[in-house]
């Protein structure tokens, strides 16, 4: 077995919680050679995450334990190792990046401090460390790397600090990489250029990748082998291609089903007077130009989907439409009212008209409520929506429909994956009953089932209670399914807009065309020859 | 032997100023070292007023003095001493343009000296006073040159000069190769301050200082270092008979009946003080040694008050003892056991407890108009020799700090300022028994003791006026 | 920058305005300084005397325009004890007070910093228990018992060092470890407090995974995000140096102004009073600005 | 569908009295803690009425009297003062004044400091400006100074003097709110909450302050014993509390003289300052654990060991 570069036997992790003990990770065990590619797949929730913190040794213990199990790198036992031993592997031969870029940046001191630490830590001398430090920042596409070296995490766009994170994670060359859906964040052109860095390293070092995802195409264009967890559980193993075509487990198999993209497209919907109406919107972050004259009509009940490279304004736009962040210039027309100029009383009632699911959901949600306390501020802040009585039952109600349980009322954000905490997010946002939900990037974080659900769901809102939406999505599949417009931005310009339809079947900008080739596809076999057929092109 | 020594002082003076040489915390320092007076009392001993710049002094037939000045005098800056010094000095006392102190001392009469000869000059005052040579151990000598407004460096005849004075830390005086008398045995004195009496107390202990004027009692355990000594300063509760109940006389000797002052002694009050019978000190001039403190009788203070209070005088009306923290020693305690005693006697007794500044106004008139019954609880100083320091302010009827007007004490006042000999003391002693006996004019207490600690290689015995002048001619050195 | 500099200088200026003014009449309503400069039995002529050389008789109002100009043109008055300028008065002695308040400050958060961190990061354990138990101690002894005793230990029984008074380095030993105990207490709570949050971050398990020392996780990860509110008390415990630290200035017979300012208001020797809070304001507000700007230094997310 | 959670879900989260009930349970210093200052409020309640007459029965030839000597009884067993007074009836009939002044001093300043801080830190640059300028004016104003002029013109009183206690005091909650607000209300949820229209005091109430507490609540107790010890130096300067009132400040400034002949006199109402102090932060420590949700564990986990 000393062949495998890492070895997980029998791991078992539990939680100490208020209620009791939450088995998080129940006895799974898989290995992943030198070289390899290793996709865990499973559902919110079911402990990835705490698995690889398990093998980053980042469990806080207390609260939580590792009840059983062996953690075996080269067959070293890493769960025994004294402290500095340990110490030196974290960094140097084992890295990770972070599921929550934003939370797991240090805000106050710049990126390229952050990046060159790893370096110095594990003995690079200043110089060097810089110079490393400026050419993978550049590696990953951060855009004018000198500069963003001097930024802080708060001055970077979510899909930039996951490169940051990224670039940081690659910076000694580890011998394993786990990588806690280190794309989620990206549009798609940047997304294949980070699996095809990621390849290229290990090529160059022979480095094992553990990757952690919900997106099948990721898997299926950079995995070898694919691990499947449900509720703390192994449930199903085997090469990528095996578990595509001949899913074993039931969840496995619902799990591909739900695999986005495949359904029918959603005609334009709304006619007559657009609710939202957004003319010429700019805004500057001193010298930078994060919007230049943004335009659109978004029509009642319709979702406007905004795609686009990272970086290009979309989360700036969403702000400043909700007033988070003013506007220079230009005007948002909510039903004829411009959203802009509104005084704060009156911004007051329009609140729950318009809401928001951010792009981060650890840092959106108050650390210290629980999620019944979270949702029902919504009631307390409009108490005209709901009597007090039925709060409780209608929490619940909310939450079984984002696909969490009643019983979660009682918990703490913390207590929750990541994919649980945008659900809760979500659930939030709907509490009020709006008209127009601005979901950042609401469904990258979970699991094609539980994406599949809620996207049902809000599509069923969008039917039926005429919600429109302005959603915000790396993911094309996701956006193919759900979204009646699509803009395209580029560097803080709209490049292109259109129906759905017009945007995936008749692109006609260059920059869409790009990115729906870069978009992936779940199925290996389709994937493997899409690469092929880049490849040609490239040569 | 001699040599250079280190006193440490409870307070900095912050003037340096010879007119002001009669306040203690500058008198200390350069009374006598830096600037000398014509002439001096005698604490050590009986001698009463002794030349020190004049050689002799004689009344003249009109009332007025002439004083015969010492020869052969110079100032520390080099200028010789004579007549127009000396009526520069006075000048510059009486002078409104500052505020010299020692002008306190001349209230009510004019005295002007008038120049006979370089070293013969006249003072005439009016009205005429007979303790006028006592007066002048008051007045320092300064050069005529010295402006009238303040000075920095005082410039005076005596044994020392200043020589290094950092405000704050340290003030130094040199002895004077040029001085007239005899050449003391300290050749150089440096002063520091310490407000914290345990640290001084330590600071002797530890040789970081030689003298230290004032301890406190409870640090004063070393009997081969610690000294205790009568300082003059009196504590008494001062009565104002305006308001009803203190308006009576019987409430009034019942509060001096209540408090049974013997017990305080060795307690609250160290050993060697001294109950008091007078505003005034014994060594003073009329002391009356047939004034007896009145006997502790609850019982007896008791009745009075029942009988003042079947005359109708409302001698239930809550008294109000007003006191300055920090005053002297214990004041919190002594006032609250004089409160408990005077209350086991019937009294209602509210304590207040002031600051200086508030507890000025209690003290001076004028009086707050409205006030209730009140008792101000103040300790005084007299270590001139003469009564005629302290009874008018204490009593008479335009006294500052009077708390009655009685014409009798009004006229034994008068009469006994102007008196001379014995003919004075009897006045002084007659008026001493019948503001304690007749008119029950205060509650009186203590005389209090000082105690200091003088290394073991000096030889030094303080006195009586060393909290206001430490003559550093008078220490020795082992 | 600039601009803020200049508001903020404006601003500054104003409210120190505004204190001299509330100082000058608040001050001028408790009491007569002629009764308590001159003695008991002083007459009132000479009182009245004495207020018309000090320019007390005339109305309150008049008096305030004539000290305003004064102090326009550089002239804080006469201090009426001394009769010296207040300012000189004052700075002599605010020196003295500066350099105890500074170093003292430098080593109080050196060490409390180091032992709070510490004690944050394993909290619970023993070094955090002790540290707290001793902290405590620190920050609710009356420091007189602290002065008086070190005196008797160190200069009496052990004769190492000088009881008090000035002069060499020696003599600041004592007054500086005296003081040291209480904002020692107090910044070690402070910092142990905000560390306990920031060490539970998730930018900290970052640095982990990077294999990041626990020292500089403490002290470079944690700490500066835990400093916002150090800082600040830090701020309050140096003000209240400045300001004078009465007890150990009049037990070491330390010159510095915080005896001179109670002195002077218990003489109601306004000039001096009016002088020492206007050098020590300043000295406040410049730290206060200080702070400000650390705090935008510190934590890039703040912007003003 | 529903995604279950395991286990965890089946127990019922206890009663919020329950809960805090058994984390104070778990810790056993914040246990004793709690017990020792509910008997200090105790005894400021029954205090004076118990042992009033007791703690001022003067007795001159009992001064000073040293402690530990039980034959005079139990109400000397701390000695006597300086006129023969119980020292430990003075200490518990003084428990009353003391915790008014300090606890009104203490809650008056954090509540109007943490408003203040709340508002600078959260409103118009103009409004913060003019609140930080006055904070700067309060902390350069020196505290003996506002002393000594309040209780002038108000005459001294414990509450004039808390008053007095409690101004000098506010710049400091003042400050440390407003540098946490800034930081705070550029946090994500900050934002999330006003999205949803939450009022700027829903915000700042809900959202800003319980982040901000644990560090204020650090400071309250701490400045418990400022305020004992700056009441005390009021005191010796003869414009704080006089006696016949009593308070542990006041008996430790009476006890300043004798502390070399007669240390006892301050010792025990020092002692009673550090102690209390000692508890309130004890407690303070373990109620910031026991309010936050992510540190809880702690609590809860040896609750669950020890229980
Ligand atoms: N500190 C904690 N206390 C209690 N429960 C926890 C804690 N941390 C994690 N859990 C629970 O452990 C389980 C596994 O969480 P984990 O973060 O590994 O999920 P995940 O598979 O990464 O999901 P996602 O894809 O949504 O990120 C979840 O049910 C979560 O609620
Ligand atoms: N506070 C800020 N200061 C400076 N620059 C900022 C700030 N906030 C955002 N930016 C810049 O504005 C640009 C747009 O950011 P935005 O967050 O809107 O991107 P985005 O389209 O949402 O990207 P992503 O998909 O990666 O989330 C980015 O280049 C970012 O660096
Ligand atoms: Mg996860
Ligand atoms: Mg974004």
Redesign the pocket.
């Known amino acids: 077995m000393a062949e495998h570069l890492l070895e997980v036997r029998n791991l078992s992790v539990e939680f100490h919680t208020a209620m009791g003990v939450v088995k998080a990770v129940r006895s799974i065990s898989y290995h992943l050679g030198r070289g390899e590619t290793l996709a865990i797949l499973g559902e919110s929730g079911s402990g990835k995450s705490v698995s690889s913190s398990a093998i980053m040794n980042l469990i806080d213990m207390p609260p939580g334990r590792i009840s059983s199990g062996e953690i075996l790198l080269n067959g070293a036992d890493l769960l025994k190792m004294p402290a500095h031993e340990r110490r030196k592997i974290n960094g140097s031969r084992i890295a990770m990046i972070f599921q929550d870029p934003l939370s797991h940046l240090n805000p106050v001191y710049t990126v390229g401090w952050q990046i060159r630490e790893a370096l110095t830590t594990h003995g690079a001398d200043a110089a060097k460390a810089q110079s490393e430090a400026l050419r993978l920042i550049a590696r990953v596409g951060v ?1 004018h790397p000198e500069r963003a070296l001097d ?1 802080y995490p ?7 600090r996951q490169r940051v994170m990224i670039a940081m994670a690659l910076a000694l060359r580890p011998d394993l990489l786990i990588a806690d859906e280190p794309t989620t ?3 798609v052109t940047v997304q294949a250029e980070v699996l095809a860095l990621l390849k290229e390293l290990q090529e160059e070092t022979g480095m094992a990748v553990m990757i952690i995802t919900h997106d099948l195409g990721v898997v299926a264009e950079i995995a070898d082998r694919v691990v499947v967890m449900e509720k703390g559980e192994l449930v199903e193993t085997g090469t990528v291609r095996e578990v595509y075509h001949n899913p074993q487990h039931p969840y496995t198999k619902r799990l591909i089903a739900a695999a986005p993209g495949k359904g029918e497209m959603h005609a334009p919907q709304g006619f007559g007077e657009p609710v939202l109406r957004v003319r010429d919107v700019r805004k500057h ?2 010298a ?1 130009e ?1 919007l230049k004259g943004v335009s659109f009509d978004l029509m009642p009940g319709e979702t406007m989907a905004v795609v ?1 490279e ?8 969403a702000r400043i439409l909700l007033r988070l962040d003013e506007a220079d210039s230009g005007s948002a027309l909510w039903k004829g009212r411009d959203l802009f100029t509104l005084s704060p009383g009156e911004l007051y009632k329009l609140r729950r008209d318009l809401q928001m699911v951010f ?1 981060d959901p650890t840092q959106s949600l108050n650390p210290r409520m629980t999620v019944f306390q979270l949702i029902s501020e919504a009631w307390i802040i409009h108490p005209d929506i709901l009597p007090k009585a039925k709060w409780r039952e209608r929490v619940a109600e909310l939450l079984v429909q984002v696909g969490l349980g009643p019983e979660h009322m009682g918990r703490y954000p913390h207590q929750f994956s990541g994919g649980q905490r945008q659900r809760i997010a979500i659930a939030r946002a709907l509490a009020l009953e709006p008209q127009l939900i601005i979901c ?2 609401a469904v990258s974080a979970l699991d094609v089932s539980v994406q599949a659900q809620v996207i049902a769901l809000l599509d069923r809102l969008r039917r039926e209670m005429g919600i429109a939406f302005i959603f ?1 999505a ?1 993911d094309l599949p996701v956006v193919r399914d759900f979204a009646n417009h699509v803009m395209v ?1 580029q560097q ?1 310009n709209v490049v292109e807009m259109g129906t759905v339809s017009e945007i995936f079947d008749t692109p006609r900008e260059d920059y869409t065309r790009a990115l729906l080739a870069a978009g992936l596809d779940p199925d290996p076999d389709i994937q493997a020859a899409n690469r092929a057929a880049r490849l040609r092109q490239v040569s | 032997g001699s040599g250079p020594i280190k006193i440490v002082l409870p307070e900095e003076a912050d003037l340096l100023e010879p007119c002001m040489a009669t306040r203690s915390n500058i008198g200390r320092i350069i009374m006598q070292n830096v600037s000398e007076t014509l002439t001096e009392l005698d604490v050590r001993g009986d001698k009463g007023v002794m030349p020190r710049l004049a050689e002799k002094w004689e009344q003249n037939s009109d009332g007025s003095w002439r004083f015969h000045l010492r020869q052969g005098v110079t100032f520390s800056d080099g200028t010789a001493f004579d007549a127009k010094d000396v009526k520069h000095s006075l000048d510059r006392i009486m002078s409104d343009k500052n505020a010299c102190e020692s002008r306190r001392y001349f209230g009510g009469m004019t005295v002007t000296a008038n120049i006979v000869d370089d070293h013969t000059v006249d003072f005439s005052a009016d009205p005429v006073q007979p303790i006028l040579p006592l007066l002048l151990t008051l007045v320092t000598i300064v050069p005529e040159e010295t402006p009238l407004e303040f000075v920095r460096e005082p410039v005076g005849t005596g044994p020392y000069k200043l020589t290094d004075w950092t405000p704050g830390q340290q003030i130094v005086l040199t002895s004077r190769d040029d001085y007239w008398g005899e050449k003391p045995e300290v050749t150089e004195a440096t002063y520091l301050f310490r407000a914290d009496p345990s640290v001084r107390a330590a600071m002797v202990q530890t040789g970081e200082a030689d003298l230290s004027p004032s301890i406190s009692q409870l640090d004063a355990t070393n009997p081969a270092t610690d000294f205790s000594y009568l300082d003059s300063e009196t504590v008494y509760l001062r009565i104002d008979h305006n308001i009803e109940p203190l308006n009576d006389i019987r409430v009034r000797r019942a509060l001096n009946m209540a408090i049974d002052r013997e017990a305080f002694l060795g307690t609250l009050v160290p050993e060697g003080a001294v109950l008091a019978t007078a505003i005034v000190p014994p060594p003073t001039l009329g002391w009356n040694p047939n004034v007896k403190v009145p006997a502790f009788d609850t019982e007896g203070a008791r009745k009075l008050l029942e009988e003042a209070k079947a005359d109708g005088v409302k001698v239930d009306t809550p008294i109000t003892i007003v006191a300055r923290s920090a005053n002297f020693p214990n004041v919190t305690e002594i006032m609250e056991a004089i409160q408990a005693q005077l209350q086991e006697a019937g009294f209602t007794i509210e304590l207040k407890f002031v600051e200086v500044a508030e507890h000025e106004q209690y003290y001076s008139k004028p009086f707050k108009d409205g006030r209730g019954p009140q008792i101000v609880a103040a300790m005084h100083d007299n270590s001139k020799g003469d009564p005629s320091f302290s009874m008018f302010f204490k009593y008479a009827s335009e006294g500052t700090q009077s708390g009655f007007s009685d014409p009798k004490v009004d006229d034994l006042i008068t009469r006994a300022s102007a008196a001379v000999g014995d003919e004075r003391a009897k006045l002084w002693s007659e008026l001493i028994a019948y503001v304690h006996d007749e008119v029950v004019a205060d509650v009186l207490l203590f005389h209090m003791v000082g105690f200091s600690r003088v290394s073991e290689r000096l030889e030094f015995k303080p006195t009586m006026a060393t909290n206001s002048m430490l003559q550093l001619s008078e220490i020795g050195i082992k | 920058m600039l601009s803020f500099f200049r508001k903020r200088a404006l601003a500054s200026l104003i409210s120190l305005f505004g204190l001299i003014v509330m100082v000058f009449f608040l001050s001028r309503l408790t009491g007569d300084p002629a009764a308590l400069f001159l003695p008991v039995e002083a007459s009132a002529e000479m009182k009245a005397q004495f207020r018309e050389i000090h320019g007390l008789n005339d109305p309150v109002m008049t008096q305030f325009i004539r000290y305003a100009g004064d102090v326009v043109t550089g002239d804080f008055g006469e201090s009426l004890r001394k009769a010296r300028p207040a300012l000189d008065v004052v700075l002599e002695a605010f020196v003295w007070t500066l350099w105890l308040a500074v170093i003292t400050m430098a080593l109080v958060t050196g060490a409390a910093i180091v032992v709070g961190s510490l004690a944050a990061f394993r909290a619970g354990g023993f070094f955090d228990r002790f540290s707290s138990i001793i902290s405590l101690i620190g920050a609710s002894v009356p420091d007189f018992w602290l002065a008086i005793v070190a005196i008797v230990v160190f200069s009496v029984n052990l004769a190492w060092l000088p009881t008090s008074g000035t002069g060499s380095l020696l003599h600041w030993i004592l007054p500086i470890s005296v003081l040291f105990v209480r904002p020692f207490g107090i910044i070690v709570q402070v910092v142990r407090g905000s560390m306990i949050g920031a060490l539970t971050s998730a930018y900290v398990k970052t640095a982990r995974a990077k294999g990041v020392k626990s020292g500089p996780i403490i002290f470079v990860h944690a700490l500066r995000n835990a400093m916002l509110p150090v800082i600040t008390v830090i701020g309050d415990q140096a003000a209240s140096l400045l300001n004078g630290a009465v007890i150990i200035e009049t037990i070491f017979g330390f010159p510095g102004v915080g005896k001179l300012m109670i002195d002077s208001i218990l003489q109601r020797d306004f000039n001096v009073v009016l002088a020492a809070i206007l050098v020590t304001a300043l000295a406040i507000f410049l730290m206060n600005l200080l702070i400000d700007l650390a705090y935008v230094l510190l934590d890039p997310r703040i912007r003003h | 569908m529903t995604l279950q959670i395991p286990d965890a879900a089946l127990i019922e989260e206890p009663r919020f009295i329950v809960r805090m009930a058994r984390m104070l349970w778990a810790d056993k210093f914040a246990l004793c803690a709690a017990l020792f200052l509910v008997t200090i409020l105790i005894l400021a309640i029954i205090g004076p009425a118990w042992l009033g007459d007791a703690a001022i029965k003067q007795n001159l030839r009992g001064r000073n009297a040293a402690p530990f000597e039980w034959d005079r009884g139990w109400l000397w067993w701390m000695g006597a003062d300086a006129l023969g007074r119980p020292l430990f009836a003075r200490i518990i009939v003084a428990t009353q004044n003391t915790m008014m002044v300090a606890a009104g001093a203490v809650i008056i300043s954090s509540v109007i400091g943490t408003v203040l801080g709340l508002v600078a830190g959260f409103s118009s640059p103009r409004v913060n400006q003019v609140i930080m300028r006055l904070a700067d004016v309060i902390m350069s104003f020196p505290s003996l100074l506002i002393a000594v002029i309040v209780l002038y013109i108000l005459g001294s009183s414990i509450l004039n003097l808390m008053l007095v206690l409690s101004i000098t005091r506010i710049p400091v909650y003042l400050r440390t709110t407003r540098a946490e607000v800034l930081e705070i209300r550029e946090r994500m949820f900050v934002q999330a909450a006003r999205v949803m229209g939450a009022s700027g005091k829903r915000i700042v109430f809900r959202h800003i302050l319980p982040v901000v507490l644990p560090t204020l609540t650090t400071l309250a107790t701490l400045d418990f014993a400022y305020v004992m010890l700056a009441e005390s130096a009021l005191s010796f300067l003869g414009i704080g509390i006089q006696p016949p009132e009593i308070t542990w400040g006041l008996m430790i400034s009476q006890g300043r003289q004798y502390l070399t002949n007669a240390w006892w006199l301050s010792f025990w109402p020092g002692l009673a300052i550090i102690l209390t102090t000692m508890s309130l932060n004890l407690l303070s420590n373990w109620l910031r654990i026991a309010l936050d949700p992510v540190q809880r564990w702690r609590l809860e986990m040896k609750g669950r060991n020890n229980g």
């Not at chain 1, 708060?154 to 930039?160: D, I, L, N, P």
């Open positions: 855009p930024k708060h001055e970077f766009s979510g899909g930039q964040a990206l549009d972050y001193g930078f994060a686009g990272s970086g290009s304004g979309k989360s700036t736009l792009q950042d990037e915000i790396h931005m803080g």
